[in-house]
């Protein structure tokens, strides 16, 4: 369920729009910090980008191998190459 803060801001000429410091500490976004944008109707919806998994979609202790997002449990899954 959505909750009205009563916080008003205007878009300016660029499109950009200033999330209010207040709502960016209690949700814990940073500068730089990369958000998700989700359209629903007529609503706009901005999430904290999490990192997640390119197999599983897990976002928990993650890491990059060879370019692409894998969780610790998929990356012991993945089959040993052989070598000659």
Do not use: Q, W
Not at 5 to 18: A, C, N
Not at 54 to 66: L, Q
């Amino acid at each position: 369920m959505m909750k009205s803060t009563g916080i008003v801001r205007k878009v300016d000429e660029l499109g950009r729009v200033v999330i209010p410091i207040e709502l960016r500490r209690t949700l814990g976004i940073g500068e730089k910090d990369a958000l998700e944008i989700y359209v629903d109707g007529e609503r706009i919806m901005l999430k904290k980008y999490e990192p997640a998994c390119i197999f599983c979609g897990n976002a928990e202790n993650v890491t990059y191998f060879k370019g692409k997002i894998v969780c610790h449990e998929c990356l012991t899954e993945m089959p040993i190459p052989v070598t000659k």
